[in-house]
């Protein structure tokens, strides 16, 4: 699989001899030389690829391992010469510096090109042609660039449960199972082999409405072989809302056990367990579980090991999914290959069962296989193709293996590069799309989409993953927007694998390397993952033999002490450094500002940071700043990032914020959330001409008329949060209406009078309202809001008795929050009020005691139902209201 870094190396030096014209002056021509050569290369390597798995020839694999090795030295001596030449460029030196590197680059690419010209020879000289033109018979289909590009467009489909083959026997089963009423809690365990379907099941149950009717406390948490008890354990409390445990970092693993114990005592309560590998797993989780508490209560595990479901509960029989028939089989693959059609094509029929019969009833295997199948034309010459490289594959490897392989190989190298890069994260790890998308781009492995934003081609290459079945998705936003993905761990498996062939990334885990990472290695990119067993320390040592290649780092590892004075000048490649899950982290060096590649910076957001150097402004490349929760004042150096597009403050108590200088921030697109001062006068916003999402804490109500002026003239902003400090209010009129593409507002403080409807953004979706004291007629403008489809009312936002949703009033809201709303006793919803209605949150409401009658209408039709820190009477019409219906 050689080609995806000769196809790399090509596009970046493509990129590179049009970007960096100027400082490859004198050698432009010779990387353009090599540039031709790999891209030759590249030509026939997806053939050498194909005919190395069919033969395997040890030499002939050595032959595409050196162009692997040769695209990426190319890579590295182009740009380790940029970086030098950049840094000379600003040297008083420069006269001298210059040729010393000039005559450098020129030794590095004239012993490249003597590389390129021995494997060349080589190819004659083994037969490598031949063995190649032998392997093209019967060939590969692929979508051209232009069909892709016309696919990318798609919208991305709805990820429904109905997409999938309904096993009426299985669910039939599990519910009788998950219903009974014993008066002890019970253990249901799904088991059986990974790619089977058992998360998917599990979740088609956790979310069926009579499971919903049944039990008001309910939780669903993934395990996996990386288990962490903490972790498990907050995730269990944040799902059921156990109130007032305080910050869950800091509260003991058994008292988080005591106060799980204690809330569900008195509810009724199901919790999946998904991906249980070890017996342990269950017994540090059952103290958690009531045995005696409300009759009913249930504990679902789904495991591949039938031993932990027996060791949860030895009474119980564990029930395993069937392999799908050979039927049903082809209405999955129908349904993924061929979306929107209720039949195969007759001349395509017979070729999708025999390709189903190599998937062997596997479901993963057949959702796979039918993204592949989406991706292609629908002709049987295309379709034959694919069967023909199935065929081939499942010579020597496992049906699952087959699939997945034959789906990466047609991946275009850009979105080969996407998937890889997903197993940097850990198993089961929920994946932010957004965080995600920002580090595609700072790797650079998007192709460049004409006048589009990086952010949208990312979106595109996200979406397109989807489409194929490459990756899942994981949690939407509260307004349907995909919010976190996450990837099956076979696939992941199977990315891990290619990534170790192919010298992409590595993974450390504390005690040891994996053998994905080996000190002989080149590898690009190294994770370093937790291990609950020992409290590690990354020392110097350990990196050095990764540095001079290395791109990109990440900590996902809450017991890792990182000696963070690894950071040394042999890391002058890097473009990621990821530092947002480590513990024990206090400073940063004032060595961080040799990494002048660097692209993304992503700072602690669990232990809070006490020093940041001025050095960090010497991070002139850097497109996203995510400082984290920092105590350290932020030095006026964020002006001399011109290029950053995202800044990210977690913690606003910054004194210092008020007088950055920021007014050369043109490409800024994100700026959350940031202290109001001098920097709003002084130019900083208005010059902030990219920006989609802002948000700015502590204005004054004068300062609230600046920044709305100067905002009306950004067409681009999406999302605006705006706070003003305590004893100040919102003005009257802040022309909202000028902003056509904002779809996010929040506003935090006191607002003396509602705006009039017509003085909304035109395009308004979600609305959050925080501490507000709206009038007790402001209800009537916010129901007449066309487009509103989320709204909150939080800390005392409305402060009157009663609440009123007026007759067809919020047309369009789905989603609802009322939280701290300490005065509010009477809630009414009139007749075709909020028909749409699907999410609702009601939290510390303490006096509210009723339910609304027309409330009782949405039991069947409401997604998700919250009830955090209310009254017990509260909660026992809600469960009542569930039951009757």
């Known amino acids: 699989m050689a080609e995806l870094a000769v196809a790399t190396a090509v596009e970046k030096l493509t990129n590179l001899i049009i970007q960096e014209a100027i400082l490859l002056d004198g050698v432009g021509e010779k990387v353009e030389q090599i540039r031709n050569e790999l891209r030759w290369m590249q030509s026939f390597l997806k053939d050498a690829d194909h005919a190395a798995e069919q033969d395997r020839n040890e030499r002939f694999r050595n032959w595409v391992s050196q162009i692997r090795e040769v695209a990426f030295d190319a890579e590295d001596v182009v740009e380790t010469y940029l970086r030098e030449a950049a840094a000379a460029s600003q040297s008083l030196w420069k006269k001298v510096v210059m040729p010393i590197h000039l005559h ?69 089963a599990l519910l009788t199972q998950l219903s009974s009423m014993e008066p002890r809690r019970g253990v249901v365990s799904i088991v059986g082999m990974g790619g089977l379907g058992k998360t998917t099941l599990a979740k088609k149950l956790y979310n069926h409405i009579e499971l919903r009717r049944q039990f008001n406390c309910k939780a669903f948490v993934y395990v996996s072989q990386e288990y962490r008890r903490r972790e498990t354990l907050r995730r269990i409390i944040k799902d059921v809302n156990v109130p007032y445990i305080g910050d869950l970092e800091e509260v003991d693993e058994e008292e988080m056990v005591k106060k799980l114990y204690e809330f569900l005592r008195g509810r009724k309560y199901l919790v999946v367990l998904d991906d249980v590998w070890e017996n342990e797993v269950w017994d540090s989780l059952e103290a958690a ?13 789904t495991t591949r090991n039938r031993e932990v479901a027996l060791h949860a509960d030895a009474r119980s029989t564990p029930h395993e999914p069937r392999m799908l028939t050979e039927d049903e089989s082809l209405e999955l693959l129908r349904k993924k290959a061929l979306p929107g059609m209720d039949h195969f094509p007759s001349d395509l029929e017979n070729l999708g069962r025999e390709m189903v019969t190599k998937c062997g009833g596997l479901p993963l295997a057949l959702v796979v296989l039918g993204g592949l199948l989406s991706r292609k034309m629908k002709t049987r010459e295309e379709w034959e193709l694919v069967l023909q490289n199935i065929s081939w594959h499942l010579i020597d490897q496992d049906r699952v293996s087959a699939i997945l392989a034959l789906s990466y190989k047609d991946l275009p190298f850009y979105l080969k590069s996407c998937f890889l890069h997903l197993g940097i994260f850990p198993e089961d790890f929920s994946i932010p799309k957004t965080q995600l998308m920002r580090l595609w781009v700072a790797e650079g492995f998007l192709p460049q989409q004409g006048e589009e934003k990086a952010e949208g081609v990312a979106e595109n290459c996200l979406n397109e993953l989807i489409n194929r079945c490459m990756i899942q998705v994981g949690t939407l936003t509260s307004l349907g927007r995909v919010k976190t993905i996450c990837i099956h761990d076979l696939l992941r498996d199977f990315s891990l694998s290619v990534s170790r062939e192919e010298n992409f990334l590595g993974i450390y885990t504390g005690g040891e390397v994996e053998s994905s990472v080996s000190p002989s290695t080149k590898s ?60 024990g982290f206090m400073r940063l060096p004032s060595t961080i500002g040799i990494l002048i590649q660097l692209r993304y910076l992503g700072l602690s957001q669990i232990l809070k940071t006490y020093y940041i150097p001025p050095s960090i402004g010497n991070l002139k490349n850097l497109e996203t700043l995510d400082l984290g929760y920092s105590y350290s004042p932020i030095p006026n150096v964020i002006w001399k990032m011109k290029r950053l597009r995202h800044m ?49 804490e502590r204005l004054s109500q004068e300062r609230v008329n600046l920044v709305i002026s100067i905002l009306r003239r950004m067409c681009y902003l999406q999302s605006l949060s705006l706070e003003v400090m305590n004893n100040e209010t919102f003005p009257t009129s802040m022309g909202l209406s000028h902003f056509q593409h904002l779809h996010k507002l929040c506003l935090k403080g006191k607002i003396e009078k509602l705006p009039h ?47 009123v949703c007026s007759s067809e009033g919020f047309p369009q809201l789905q989603v609802l929050h009322l939280v ?66």
């Open 648 to 696: 990210l403050l977690r913690d606003v108590s910054k004194p210092n914020c008020v007088n950055l200088r920021l007014d050369t921030l043109s490409h800024l697109q994100t700026l959350k959330t940031i202290r109001a001062g001098r920097w709003i006068e002084d130019g900083g916003l208005a010059n902030m001409i990219s920006l989609r999402r802002l948000g700015i």
């Open 524 to 583: 690009r990119r190294i994770a370093l993952h937790s291990n609950p067993t020992q409290h590690c320390v990354l020392t110097s040592p350990f990196l050095n033999p990764y540095a001079p290649h290395l791109r990109s780092l990440h900590f996902f590892n809450r017991f890792l002490h990182p000696e963070v004075y690894f950071i040394k000048k042999d890391f002058k490649l890097l473009k990621v450094l990821d530092l947002k899950d480590t513990i």
């Open 820 to 885: 701290s709303l300490m005065e509010l006793e009477e809630w009414t919803v009139e007749e075709n009020a909020m028909m749409k209605l699907k999410h609702l949150k009601i939290e510390r409401c303490l006096k509210l005691k009723k339910i609304p009658e027309r409330l009782k209408l949405f039991t069947t039709t409401l997604e998700k139902l919250e009830i955090v820190a209310m009254d017990k009477s509260f909660e026992q019409q809600i469960r009542l209201m569930y039951i009757r219906d």
């Open 289 to 301: 579980f009531p045995t005696s508490g409300m009759a009913g209560s249930k504990v679902m595990l």
């Open 104 to 172: 450098k680059v020129k030794r590095g690419i004239e012993k490249i090109q003597t590389r390129i010209d021995h494997i060349s020879k080589q190819k004659d000289s083994f037969g490598i042609a031949s063995m190649i033109a032998s392997s093209r018979e019967g060939g590969e289909g692929s979508i051209s660039t232009n069909e892709r590009l016309r696919w990318w467009r798609q919208p991305l489909p709805h990820i429904e449960e109905d997409d999938l083959i309904d096993l009426v026997q299985d669910t039939e």
């Open 757 to 803: 409807v017509r003085e909304f953004p035109p395009n308004l979706v979600k609305l959050s309202l925080i501490g507000s004291e709206l009038q007790k007629d402001s209800i009537v403008q916010l129901e007449r809001l066309p487009y509103l489809k989320m709204l909150v009312l939080g800390n005392q936002s409305y402060k009157w008795r009663e609440l």
